[in-house]
């Protein structure tokens, strides 16, 4: 396969001016007429060949050029797209007919079939599977769009911008004319034809223009979409409170459909959303779902601006529409809910998934340098990382700064296809700022481990931090540069006051600031410190680097979780102090085989009852809110820990894990009795997505999936009991999740395995006809730790309620099993082979979908050398097969690199 270099950016030889398309949607037969008025860049003498995309399931039926249909002679088609030899001189147009099989697409990119309706989906090259095409997102035209199809089949028939017209045809057909007065590139197409309900309600924008909103989705699902449609208005009404965005047309559609490959797509005023994104209802959704939704709908929005108005230049940008856009909806759900937990929601996230990304063999820089497919590009990397770049300006500029550099990007940027450079540059230049040392950020690929040493001098009073930053080597990076960190940091007295900042010889800070650490090995000397401080370091997690602050005592942990002012920062302390002693625990249960596990960890001293306090103080303290609760008596996720356990044996990991867990619950048994109690159901009240009810579910679910963990038959009574009185989608999962932890507790009761049956059982029976609602049954039961369960999970794959070629299901199942530590890490090697199994099963259907649950098998760096040789060996036999994908390939070949 070929791969692609950033470096090997060139300007696309032709302009693509305005595109006129015209689709006659049928059964077995599409027709796409594509009518292109192109510009030349070059002199005449000098033009070369016009070369356009095109995938080899796109067949050319006519060409002409200025209206002549072209000599056979004069073009070549190959399976990567259409040579037009010698392009007439001057301006030009040229038609290109093609037919293509979208009910036969099941890749679907491009033209394809879901629900019996017609969609498309474009990012990242899926333009070409429709037709062809300058497919690159620097090629930015201005699009008018006929859709003709049969009328009482496809009643509704959508494209981008402003509908300029209708009418019947003959046949029981019709048609829609679209125009979309703003260029964009050919990823942002979409059209949608169909049988859709359709929910309207109005926003009237900061300039007093009325903008119609509207929402598609089947009939059956149509009284699903109040909450989506009420957080696009509040995005619409953020952005321009936040950053004085006005949307930009009369017309905002949402679209709804089960087959897709990700969340949702930006298409100009026409988003493309997978249902599960969408459609919530209290009975059917999570709080976690709800707050997805919200955070969704305003990403795609946001993109109108970040993305859409000003776009990438080149896909290795992909950073600057992603990262930015995460970084907008971050602060937006931020600003709707709590800002606190989105936080410490957001960084969990980023260090349980991310942050093993840039440990592996796939790693690369936000901005990669290479790819064989984009589509394995949109990354955690990019995003997510992406986004804690842009949060670093906001770190260095303040929020006024970053503001002045954002407006000037879009004065300087509006309709172009840009660079991470050009984003930079506008930053930089808003504020009379030198930001090149953030730049590096862009290139390097690797998570920087900050190292920090510090000094307290009683005798002059000063406090020196010694900051030491380095990056592992990452493929293809062996040397690694310093990077920008900012450190934003408090310092907290014996009483836990703040304590004044002042840098030897500067100014007052006040009693927080941001240090810009930028060498290798660096000091900052703090004066006038009358005590020797506990200091609060990396505040709100002001860059995405590991820390490790030396001498760092459990005493110093709890005086940050009782007294520090930022919230992020109480967190943490909690947090490390339980990876500590997960750490101590997991090395004691892996140095001795004498008694049972159990015994093993009582020797070593159990869980301390330092963190048993700290969580006591936790759970009692009213003025903490209760999500925030709940995730500071979380323990921390395997995948945070296994980075400092070379050759880590998950399965133990996870049964120390559960131990804690089970000792937590027995000793904290009092206190989470009565949050569940404070924190229950008031029996007829109506469900609220607030910040103060989600609050109390998360609490209570929390605490009940602790006494969980004892698989006592009286939890387990409870459990079922609220598991059928529950009153929303919330509370009904959670009891069935913890319903089946205690039926998969080692040495569990044989009544906690029933009950985990006859619980699974009816919970199908009660929503076999939903299948949004049944994905969390198939995740649950396929990433169950319940031993031997792969062969559960293989009988799934033949239930009535999965569908291989639904990704939604594939990602449930394969990706929910391959969660699990003690099935997908099985030490025979059976959880393993299963995944083989259904990578390539799933790559004869989706590429895309395959490439994911293959990056499941990246990770295996990080364990025993058993399950790495096992590992391999599906990874090899995986790369051996005939046939298979390039993006199957890239990843696969990647890893054995
Ligand atoms: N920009 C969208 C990306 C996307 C996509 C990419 C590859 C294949 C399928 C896809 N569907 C959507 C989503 C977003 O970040 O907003
Ligand atoms: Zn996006």
């Known amino acids: 396969p070929k791969e692609c270099f950033r470096k090997d950016y ?27 008025h192109i510009l030349p860049k070059q002199t005449d003498e000098q033009r070369p060949p016009l070369f356009l995309n095109g995938r080899s399931d796109v067949k050319l039926v006519a060409l002409k050029v200025n209206g002549e249909v072209a000599p056979e002679d004069a073009y070549e088609v190959n399976s990567s797209g259409l040579t037009l030899k010698s392009p007439p001189a001057g301006e030009f147009d040229l038609e290109v007919h093609t037919e293509c099989q979208p009910q036969n697409n099941t890749s679907l990119e491009g033209l394809y079939r879901s629900g019996g309706n017609f969609c ?104 699903r979409v ?61 709080d976690g779902d709800f707050a997805r939704i919200e955070g969704v709908v305003g990403h795609e929005y946001f993109h109108n601006y970040t993305g859409n108005r000003v776009t990438c230049r080149d896909w290795f940008q992909l950073t600057l529409k992603e990262g930015l856009t995460v970084y907008r909806d971050q602060e937006f759900s931020a600003d709707m809910n709590s800002r606190p937990v989105k936080r410490v929601e957001d960084v969990s996230r980023l260090r349980a998934a991310q942050f093993s990304e840039d440990n592996g063999p796939m790693a690369h820089p936000i901005r990669p340098e290479s790819y064989i497919k984009m589509d394995n590009f949109y990354t ?64 390097q690929a690797g998570t920087p481990r900050l190292t920090v040493t510090t000094d307290y001098n009683p005798s002059d009073k000063t406090y020196k931090l010694r900051f030491q930053q380095a990056t592992d080597a990452t493929p293809g990076q062996p040397e690694k540069a310093a990077v920008l960190i900012p450190v934003r940091l408090g310092l907290l007295a014996k009483d836990g006051s703040e304590i004044p900042l002042k840098l030897q010889g500067g100014a007052d800070l006040g009693t927080e600031t941001v240090l810009r650490v930028t060498e290798a090995d660096q000091e900052f000397v703090f004066q006038d410190v009358p005590e020797a401080p506990v200091p609060s370091l990396l505040r709100g997690f002001s860059a995405p680097v590991r820390m490790t602050v030396e001498g760092q005592t459990d005493e110093d942990l709890l005086h940050l979780l009782a ?17 500590k002693l997960m750490l101590v625990l997991y090395s004691a249960a892996k140095d001795s085989n004498e008694g049972t596990l159990e015994q093993r960890l009582a020797a070593a001293g159990g869980v301390k009852a330092s963190l048993v306090g700290a969580y006591r103080s ?89 006494l969980s963990a004892l698989g006592e038959p009286e939890v387990t009574e409870q459990l079922l009991r609220r598991l059928k009185e529950a009153t929303n989608m919330t509370d009904e999962i959670s009891a069935l999740a913890a319903l089946d932890r205690a039926g998969a507790r080692l040495g569990g009761t044989a009544s906690g395995v029933e009950a985990r049956t006859a619980a699974m059982d009816g919970y199908y029976s009660k929503w076999e006809k939903e299948p949004l609602v049944i994905l969390k ?9 319940v031993p031997g369960n792969v062969a559960a999970v293989k009988r799934l794959m033949s239930h009535p309620a999965f569908n291989i070629n639904n990704p939604n299901n594939c990602y449930s199942l394969f990706l929910g099993f391959a969660r699990s530590p003690v099935n997908f890490h099985a030490a ?62 890239e990843i696969a070949s990647k890893s054995l690199k």
């Open 828 to 889: 025979d090697g059976s959880g393993y082979e299963f995944l083989g199994d259904a990578v390539l099963a799933v790559d004869k259907i989706n590429h895309q979908v395959a490439s994911r649950i293959v990056g499941a098998f990246t990770t295996f760096k990080q364990y025993d050398a058993e399950r790495q040789s096992m590992m391999r060996a599906q990874l090899q036999r995986i790369l051996d097969t005939q046939g298979l994908s390039e993006n199957v390939f």
């Open 618 to 706: 936790l759970l009692t303290d009213s003025r903490v809110d209760g999500t925030f609760k709940a995730y500071a008596i979380s323990l921390p996720e395997m995948s945070e820990l296994i980075d400092k356990i070379p050759g880590a044996d998950p399965t133990l990991l996870h049964e120390v894990r559960e131990f804690m867990t089970r000792e937590l619950a027995q000793q904290l048994r009092s206190e989470l009795e009565a949050a569940i109690k404070e924190n229950d159901c008031v029996p007829g009240e109506a469900y609220e997505f607030s910040a103060a009810a989600c609050a109390r579910r998360a609490l209570k679910n929390k605490a009940l999936g602790y």
């Open 226 to 286: 109040d909450f989506a449609m009420q957080s696009l208005k509040r995005s619409m009404k953020w952005d321009e409170e936040v950053f004085g965005l006005e949307y930009d047309l009369d017309l905002f559609n949402i679209v709804a459909v089960d087959d897709f490959n990700m969340g949702a797509m930006e298409n100009k005023s026409l988003n493309i959303f997978n249902s599960r994104l969408v459609l919530a209802t209290p009975d059917t959704a999570t």
């Open 380 to 443: 955690l990397t990019v995003y997510e990382k992406g986004a804690e770049v842009v949060r670093m300006y906001e770190a260095v500029l303040g929020k006024e700064g970053f503001r002045k550099g954002m407006d000037l990007y879009f004065q300087r940027h509006d309709g172009q296809a840009v660079t991470c450079d050009d984003f930079l540059a506008a930053m930089a230049d808003a504020n009379g700022e030198d930001l090149s040392a953030l730049g590096k950020w862009y290139s």
């Open 777 to 785: 049954w198939l995740a649950l039961q396929a990433g169950s730790n």
């Open 120 to 223: 498309t989906q474009c990012e990242a090259e899926g333009f070409r599977g429709i037709t062809f095409f300058q497919d690159r997102p620097d090629v930015m035209a201005t699009y008018t769009t006929r859709i003709e199809a049969d009328k009482s089949k496809y009643p509704v028939l959508l494209s981008n911008g402003n509908l300029v017209g209708s009418g019947e045809l003959d046949g029981g057909r019709h048609f829609t004319v679209w125009e979309d007065p703003f260029r964009k590139p050919c990823y942002l197409f979409a059209l949608v034809a169909g049988d859709l309900a359709m929910k309207e309600d109005t926003f009237k924008t900061c300039s007093g223009r009325d903008v119609a909103l509207r929402i598609f989705t089947r009939a059956h699902d149509s009284g």
């Open 563 to 579: 007294h520090d002012t930022d919230s992020f920062n109480r967190w943490e302390a909690g947090h490390v102090l339980a990876k």
């Open 10 to 36: 060139k300007p696309p030889p032709y302009v693509i001016d305005t595109v006129h398309l015209t689709f006659l949607l049928n059964e077995d037969v599409t027709r796409v007429e594509s009518r292109l």
